[in-house]
């Protein structure tokens, strides 16, 4: 998401918010990865969802997913935000995330 009031032809990186938690994650330098219409999850809250719905299996009632924007039937994740990300998107956002060359991100161990 884009903090109110950003000029689209001039984005800076303070601009590019998390949709979860609303902390400029390019400023930030967070690790992020971008769904559909320019949302995004920073690495801080794929974490914590990872956590909860994959370890904890205690995600949150299926709902319009922010990152995908479908209507998933499977739990999901919503941060301190009204964003949720289902679980499909959780999966593949921690995939590209742990992939990428340019983060130093791991998904957390459920052990």
Do not use: Y
């Amino acid at each position: 998401m884009r903090r109110d009031g950003t000029n689209p032809d001039d984005v800076q990186p303070e601009d590019v918010l998390c949709d979860f938690c609303l902390e400029p994650a390019w400023a930030l330098n967070r690790p992020c990865v971008e769904g559909h219409h320019g949302s995004i999850i920073c690495g801080v809250c794929l974490s914590k969802a990872w956590v909860v719905v994959q370890c904890e299996r205690d995600g949150e009632a299926p709902a319009t997913c922010t990152m995908c924007l479908e209507d998933r039937d499977e739990p999901g994740w919503r941060g301190d935000t009204s964003a949720h990300i289902c679980k499909r998107c959780i999966k593949q956002a921690a995939g590209a995330m742990h992939k990428s060359k340019d983060w130093d991100w791991t998904k957390p161990d459920c052990s």
